[in-house]
């Protein structure tokens, strides 16, 4: 009896299973994934009340301090407690104003807007991380997925080959032995084990994604590989010059939002420059006077006046805080720098892996696969025609499934990367 294939070739670049989901639950695709997840991120929230905390504080700093009222009893005397005994006895009613060194409050006003205006950055950084973030997870459980459907298919072939051996070694006219029976059976248990390995990770994927987008991340994927792509269409990013590469992601929203700092940072300067010049204060009073013992009209008082401080000892705080404010801002400089160094790095290495995975697949696809499909089927009709090898033709089998596996691993990593190198090369708001 002859095992006949049931397996076609499969390019995985372009994997077709049957569909998982049933009518009533259609399968999550990518995009859906993804939106969900953007709209569901409560650090999206977070981040506008944030920015609408700073666009209050900025109203509030540019106002000018309360005006102080002060009552006063002034100059009663001890041993009568009489308004009318001294001529110097008064009820004094006061009022007062500070007001702020310098351009302090449009200073103050100017910096709190400038950090509110650094939240849409933020927020756009952080959707595309989420997207990124998200489309990883979904890839990782699509290729879960799909390696169980594989393997349930390779199953299937074993099944029939335990079935032919157990035939073969019980007809009279079999040339099979009990140890290709044996092995036939342990493939089958390997098989079994590989596949709660493969439930086991899909179910750990799954659970992160749903971190993201809720109990949908249970769902059935689609049963095709996504189709991203490069938002910029670089050949050797490894051999451009930097400068070339820092005008690729100068517009990045981290970069933007690190520019808002430094400009924040920069009015830090000018706030603590404010502190050499002198801060005023005016005050008024009206003191009422009562008459005096025979009944004779006092005249009220009103008294007016200004102070203010003279910043003469400036070497141990004007000058220190000043030149603190100027530190803080190389500090957010060099931050700059920092970051646009890691996302050139980044980028490098993401385009170099990327290069050498298209090479893969090209390999797998054009050479690999097609060989391995060969060399199983002739194993396997060699077995079937009683010319052939048992282990050869179960060897060549699970050959050919780890190369499909294998192939399907270099599409779905390729498709990481390139999420990866839209993040990195994503710009503007």
Not at 345 to 372: D, G, K, W
């Amino acid at each position: 009896m002859k095992l006949l294939r049931e397996m076609a070739y499969l390019s995985v670049l372009t994997v077709v299973v049957p569909n998982f989901a049933n009518a009533q639950e259609p399968p999550l695709n990518l995009q859906d994934a993804v939106s969900i997840a953007v709209q569901e991120d409560p650090w999206l929230t977070a981040s506008k009340q944030t920015q609408e905390a700073f666009a209050s504080e900025a109203i509030a700093s540019s106002s000018l301090p309360d005006p102080k009222i002060s009552l006063t009893a002034a100059s009663f005397p001890v041993d009568s407690f009489s308004s009318r005994q001294e001529g110097m006895t008064q009820l004094i009613v006061g009022v007062s104003q500070t007001f702020p060194r310098g351009n302090t409050l449009s200073l103050s006003r100017k910096q709190k807007n400038q950090l509110a205006q650094k939240q849409p950055l933020l927020r756009a950084d952080r959707i595309a991380k989420v997207k990124t973030t998200v489309t990883k997870l979904w890839l990782d459980v699509f290729f879960s997925q799909q390696s169980i459907r594989l393997i349930e298919s390779d199953r299937a072939l074993f099944e029939q080959l335990v079935s032919t051996a157990k035939a073969s070694y019980t007809s009279t006219e079999g040339k099979a032995r009990q140890q290709d029976v044996i092995r036939a059976q342990l493939e089958l248990t390997r098989l079994d084990d590989r596949l709660t390995s493969l439930r086991q990770k899909e179910e750990r994927f799954q659970s992160k994604l749903s971190e993201w987008i809720g109990a949908i991340a249970k769902s059935k994927l689609p049963d095709d590989v996504p189709n991203l792509t490069l938002q910029e269409a670089l050949s050797s990013p490894s051999t451009m010059p930097k400068q070339a590469l820092y005008e690729l992601i100068k517009g990045h929203p981290v970069l933007q939002a690190t520019d808002q700092d430094i400009s924040a940072s920069e009015t830090s300067v000018e706030l603590a420059q404010q502190g050499y010049k002198p801060q005023w204060s005016t005050n008024l009073k009206y003191g009422h006077r009562n008459d005096d013992p025979s009944g004779n009209d006092r005249a009220n008082l009103l008294s007016a006046g200004v102070t203010f401080d003279i910043p003469l000892f400036t070497d141990n705080k004007q000058d220190e805080q000043v030149r603190s404010a100027k530190y803080k801002t190389e500090a957010k400089r060099t931050e700059k720098l920092l970051i646009a160094r890691q996302l050139i790095a980044n980028l490098r290495s993401t385009f170099v892996q990327l290069n050498r995975l298209n090479e893969r697949a090209a390999l797998y696809r054009e050479e690999l696969l097609p060989q391995m499909s060969a060399q199983s089927e002739a194993a396997l009709t060699a077995y079937n025609n009683d010319d052939g090898d048992f282990a050869e033709a179960v060897r060549s089998q699970i050959a050919e499934v780890n190369a499909k596996i294998d192939a399907l691993a270099i599409a779905i990593n390729r498709q990481k990367l390139i999420a990866e190198a839209n993040y990195l090369l994503f710009s503007g708001v």
